[in-house]
């Protein structure tokens, strides 16, 4: 998509754009704005909801958000004849699902990464439900940071039918929606740990190659995950002695954990979060804090 996709609504995630509120009052041309949180039991937190913006076809806002994506992913597009209300409310049904492990939490769907794992997760019938009155979704779709540099690409999602009459069951989030979501949560946490990775140890993340980091960052994810690994101070301990000690820091003979394991053969009785953070902990402490 090479110029700005046909749009009349500006849907703005207010975490990631902090002013956006009080920046879209201060416009000076004619729009009208839903925070999606009003008159929901998180309306005090208004400015850090979705905001739905409705625009007028030919308004600046849908050339300046689809150039803004280059910089900063904040905000999606979309598409709908129907009135503002009537995509506010069906909007609202997501903001916090439930699920199919019987829990309930808040879906940033006004994400543009969100909602690209998000909607990209239901098919056929079940996505013209979730889209609803929209009839079609905008969503840019940014490369990570060590990417070879690109255009922007938006991707859209489109209703291929009328939708079918609303049930409460299609706002709830299946398996492969909360798949979806644990992906976009890693795509974030990967940029997290590459931005940590630049600071603390630029010259080992200098010899994996970029086009190779994606997948590099992937591999040991899922090896950790395949450990017994969970939360994210584990998961980054993991990749973190990866990258300074080599892939399969836990397996080869003669590796600092190895020689780790010879001091500490109590940490074998850990369980492995434990026993990760553990080694960390006491590598700071010993000559073992250092790279292979």
């Not at 409705?54 to 597009?77: V, Y």
């Amino acid at each position: 998509m090479n110029s700005a996709p046909q749009a009349n609504y500006l849907l703005i995630d207010g975490v990631l754009r902090h002013d956006a509120l009080a920046s879209l009052y201060a416009l000076a041309e004619p729009v009208e704005i839903e925070p999606l949180y009003l008159g929901t039991r998180w309306t005090e937190l208004k400015h850090l909801g979705p905001l739905l913006v409705a625009i007028d076809g030919s308004s600046s806002l849908i050339h300046e958000t689809w150039q803004r994506a280059a910089r900063q992913a904040d905000a999606s597009l979309l598409y709908s004849p129907a009135p503002t209300i009537a995509v506010a409310d069906h909007l609202r049904r997501f903001i916090a699902p439930a699920d199919v492990l019987g829990s309930k939490g808040l879906l940033r769907f006004a994400d543009p990464l969100v909602a690209r794992y998000w909607l990209g997760s239901y098919q056929g019938a079940h996505r013209d439900a979730v889209l609803g009155p929209i009839q079609a979704w905008h969503l840019p779709h940014n490369p990570h940071t060590w990417e070879r540099a690109e255009p922007v690409q938006w991707h859209t999602i489109e209703r291929t039918a009328p939708p079918p009459e609303w049930m409460d069951e299609y706002a709830r989030l299946g398996e492969a929606q909360l798949h979806a979501l644990d992906q976009a949560a890693r795509w974030r946490f990967m940029e997290r740990l590459h931005r940590r990775f630049e600071q603390d140890h630029p010259q080992h993340l200098a010899c994996i190659d970029n086009g190779q980091l994606s997948r590099w960052f992937d591999e040991r994810l899922d090896e950790a995950q395949a450990w017994g690994l969970a939360s994210e101070r584990s998961l980054a301990i993991w990749v973190e002695y990866s990258l300074r000690w080599g892939e399969g820091f836990t397996l080869r003979p003669q590796t600092p954990y190895q020689h780790w394991l010879a001091r500490t053969p109590e940490a074998l009785k850990l369980a492995p979060e434990l026993r990760i953070q553990h080694m960390d902990r006491q590598c700071l402490h010993l000559d073992l804090n250092k790279d292979a």
